[in-house]
């Protein structure tokens, strides 16, 4: 079954296109600063001081295999729209099926799907996926057409011209993004092959690390939660069957994550609950889980258990533990059955983390290993609970917006949410969260930009000097992150 | 009881009325606009473009007899204060009891309750009833006075004098205002007889088109709902008296609303839960409701049931389902007793959707027919679950700031918090909701001014070029309102 | 056990500290007004108008004997950095133990407090804190220098030779500070001695009131409870072993207090929840209480039938009723054992009015005595709740921003979210809710600057004339929080 819809498009049929016809695509060097012109110029400022600073990249879902193959990329759909999730869904949204934009389908003409895009490029009006767009055609693939049903085959060419160049083959690009550090997202089972090729490089100077993802062992009613125990058990060569023997396991991968230069892990939770539960009560669970006789309500349990646990360790080890919650995964089961995880329906509700952390931040709160990195897509969390939380503990910090609201606008909205309670070096820095590779660039600057922006209001509004204003503005896109995550190692 | 108490009286006689005397009512042709010089002539020039362009009113609650039957209005009072609770709530707020303002009470003297309502101008200061109030007396009526307890009596003479001209008769209105559709809001059983006549007239050539709302046919809890069901039974010569009985007399009725005209309906909930029951748990349900013995918990139920079968319907017929939930209606049990409903007094909680909307998506979301509009009173949702849903699923989009956040600072931020993610074309447009009829072209007025000064800051920043935005503008007020609503056989 | 941690210094020292040295403490006469010239121009002569306003602070925690007795000042830690939890609790999130600051810790050298504090003044660039200082420090103290490692010293040095000067006592700040009534918070058990002694004091010219607050009282689990009846029974001499005599006490107390020149209680729960119990199970639930046998559900079944009493009583007395809630006190175990109340981990969750407060407002809202501040930690309940409520209830009033977001930014994101449906005359004024006597002035002061800024857009965008917001402006410094907090007595 296709989503797209006669109906559906021709209320996209309705759209004008006339508007974007014979403009150029030249990204401002003054976008996203403040419009007065007294606080742009500081802005300006500002942002040229660390417009080219180095990028550090500390969570988001590039494959290390790629950088470590360094094989060319293949046609512009796919590597800029099929599996960009950011992108796909809206376009899904106006009518058009994910089959139709190559997701699960193998058959797709890479040039209808840049096509589908392209025609589409009116309804990214506004959007940050849009402004992203703009700036990485331009500045990483030198396009200079505006994205339009009439431009579409051009810059499908000009682009796949580019893709064949040495100069964009992935390990050039990570040069010329001038990228630091790269964390990767990995399940515990991984071999980390590919992060062990490039750490024996000599002629590879960056760094690309590893970071713990245990998500799908924490439920034990997840499908196919006994195969994931398997392969984890092989991959620790550990036993676990048995709860104690999970546990054990996951610290061992974690040792193994850290040799190959992990300094964090990641949770993403239904919700931030973490309670501890007695052992034999994990365990019964956990034989209830192997023998798919869990309920939903021991289930919970013994996943806000886990999340415990997982913090326990990261006390003992300290690996930086990053927390997102709230979203509900894979929203819609067709869409799911039919293309899988992450295409475009992880579905945020209400966030709430004070209540639900007390118990783990009163055990590792205050200790001196534990590090943990609070983010949310709802918004209201940041002023109402993670800037309070993060400035009472020495071990939390204030994650940077993430998904839905990794904008412009939002970033803008959490700068102001935060730091007057919490003050910047409890803040993470920016974190791109992104599997779309070449769209790095891209965000870390836009990041740079808003932040400029939010400095030079405080600065215009006399509430922080100008000098001071940019040593702040260095320290958001080095110290802060190095610090907060742990990267002291990989800094330049 | 009057809720007008000496002390609170006190502490409105404590205000100084100085400061409105002398003044000229005369609002700005900019207002609104940003104030940055650069930015204002951005705004303006996009304002200008579409500062004319007609009316769509998709959702509201004037009466369709208003227009058909255009009998001159009564008084000043009677026309823009008695039944209006935005402007009765807040002078309500401050001491005078609604009585005094001639709800439900046929006995106050008109020109008193203007004089009430003149000598309590400064408590709207700052609020979007002074914004509109300010734009409808001078452009409507041309009133020059601010006024006050001065000059309420001036005023009272020469609205009466103009509305008795025969320019100020509702149809005479409605061509003058450039209203192209008003959808108006109505009970199932209801017969259309104004909207035939008028869709029978050839001298009217706008559009007065029902909307279908069932609300009081949803929960066998309310009060008198056997009554309801006996009204919508002879309305559509089905026998409700069983739950089949009655999703067969709403379809009926549906497939007549269609016939005269709706394109819509409109639901709005304790809470935006849809799940279906078995049909003969249902069953069981509505006979307890007819005998009154029906459980909270079973009612909540059977009314969660009702809204996901409404979206059945709508997934069948086409009528856009608009869905607005968590608000208490009739919060004040001595005020709604007095005074009835619509009375200043239903009251928000916190909102959400993602949860309680996942099966009736999965079931319906990516249907051809079907189409969802989310409206909200908790500015949080936006961000954080309707733009996400809108930016995935193409039957939903985010419907515009709803009842006390339908002001200019909100709508703002509505737009700062969709757009990003869902872009323009998943919002609704404009709806001005309003019973107020002469209220329509200044609440429309509005909203194209903070839509302006929102792409003039687009523009302004680089991230959108000015003609995109002319052209967006033009969107916002037109097509865009045309396709979510599905108003084409209507358009200009 | 300390909380600092060699990880966290580290963290710290990470920090760069040359971007401070140098400057000059100066803060900027127009710093928070709004930086667009022409705006700013109109904030200027809007805040320059009420900026020596006399202060009224009816919500604060000052202690009144400081005034009665007017004893000096001790060093600059103990006045300005060991009780003032906003400022110890940021430094404890950078790794540094309470104890080192001070707090339990009598043998701490003050010296030493000073230092942490200045060398720490990075971590609040652009914090609230960091303003208040700028400003307390500048234009109370005198001092020129930015608090850094090398000047804390100096500084140091500086205060203490100020704190000796006898117009640095308490009653000469106090006059100095222009304050007209200072409330206070203060146990029902209280004998108000040092209010009385004011109070007949010919040479003291301001007024020192006291404000019921009767929490420890509220919950029949607490750890002590029965010794707090105990207290409470003593000083209103009557028993407060049964339900009826706790209720009586509180009664006799809040008439005590009246005749000592309150005129509000306050209260601070963990839900805004009032649900009338049967007088019955209340002595049921008290009994339970005292035997130390009491259920976490009856006792917040207690707790929430109390503040419905409370509310009773104050619909009775007319004593203003100020509600704070959905805050975790002493959120971090440990620390509360070691540290006590009040050391920063206070910590906020989502906040909501409306369901939990209908049976309240139904029975009180609505009278000629009742009147109900509601103030929030949760941004999101201005527009959604609170403003909706003040903007129907005479009783209701939209409290100030407080704890976390009593900031700039939130202020004016307070404004924008409460004012254009309930209008200023609905809100409370500002609260400083301080124990920080001497940063008074600043807090104050900074709320003209944003209020100034505010209305300056209101007037810039055309929706407020500029002597109406003038008036406005002045109405929000006197007679707004006069009549919101029945101070008419106090009246300059």
Chains 1, 2, 3 share one sequence.
Request: glycine share 8%; proline share 6%.
């Amino acid at each position: 079954m296709s989503t797209a819809t006669a109906d559906h498009q021709t209320a996209s049929a309705g759209r004008r296109n006339g508007a974007t016809t014979g403009r150029r695509l030249a990204p401002h060097p003054d976008r996203l600063l403040p419009p007065d012109p007294g606080v742009r110029a500081i802005a300006r400022s500002i942002y040229s001081s660390v417009a080219g600073a180095p990028i550090y990249s500390p969570h988001g879902h590039v494959d290390a295999a790629l950088i470590a193959d360094n094989r060319p990329f293949g046609n512009p759909a796919e590597l800029l729209i099929t599996p960009d999730h950011y992108v796909t869904r809206l376009i899904h949204a106006h009518g058009i099926g994910l089959d139709q934009l190559g997701v699960k389908n193998p058959d797709a003409d890479p040039r209808e799907i840049w096509r589908l895009f392209c025609s589409h490029w009116d309804v990214f009006a506004g959007t940050v996926v849009r402004y992203w767009f703009e700036s990485e055609l331009s500045e990483v693939f030198g396009i200079t057409d505006v994205p339009s049903a009439e431009t579409a085959d051009q810059i499908y060419d000009q682009l796949t011209e580019q893709l064949a160049k040495p100069e964009f083959h992935p390990r050039e690009l990570f040069d010329r993004f001038n990228i630091a550090v790269l964390a990767t997202t990995d399940d515990p089972s991984a071999d980390l092959a590919a992060h062990k090729t490039l750490a024996a490089d000599p002629d590879f100077h960056g760094a690309v690390v590893p970071t713990f993802r245990a998500d799908r062992y924490m439920s034990p009613d997840v499908t196919g939660w006994k195969g994931y125990l398997d392969e984890l058990g092989q991959a620790a060569d550990i036993d676990t069957g048995s709860y104690a023997g999970l546990i054990d396991a996951l610290k061992a991968r974690r040792a193994y994550f850290k040799e190959c230069g992990a300094t964090a892990s990641d949770s993403g939770m239904p919700d931030a609950y973490a309670e501890p539960l007695p052992d034999a009560e994990c365990e019964r669970i956990h034989q209830a889980g192997i023998a798919g006789t869990v309920t939903a309500e021991d289930a919970a349990a013994y996943r806000r258990n886990m999340l415990y646990q997982l913090a326990a360790m990261a006390a003992e080890d300290g690996l930086v533990m990053q927390l997102h919650a709230d979203v509900v995964r894979n929203y819609d089961d067709a869409s799911f059955q039919r293309f899988g995880p992450d295409t475009g329906h992880d579905l945020p509700g209400p966030s709430t983390f004070t209540r639900g952390l007390r118990r783990l931040l009163n055990d590792f709160g205050r200790s001196e290993t534990f590090r943990l990195v609070l983010f949310t897509t709802d918004e209201t969390a940041f002023s109402r609970e993670i800037a309070p939380l993060a400035g009472f503990y020495p071990s939390v910090y204030v994650g940077a917006p993430w998904w839905f609201i990794d904008t412009p606008g939002a970033i803008a909205r959490f700068r102001a949410a935060a730091i007057d309670s919490a003050g910047f070096s409890k803040t993470s820095g920016f974190i791109d969260d992104t599997r779309a590779y070449c769209s790095i660039p891209a965000r870390h600057d836009m990041s740079r930009r808003v932040d400029a922006g939010f400095l030079a209001e405080l600065v215009a509004t006399h509430q922080l000097a100008e000098d001071e204003a940019h040593d702040i503005a260095a320290g958001l896109v080095g110290r802060i992150p190095v610090n907060t995550f742990r990267l002291d190692r990989y800094a330049r």
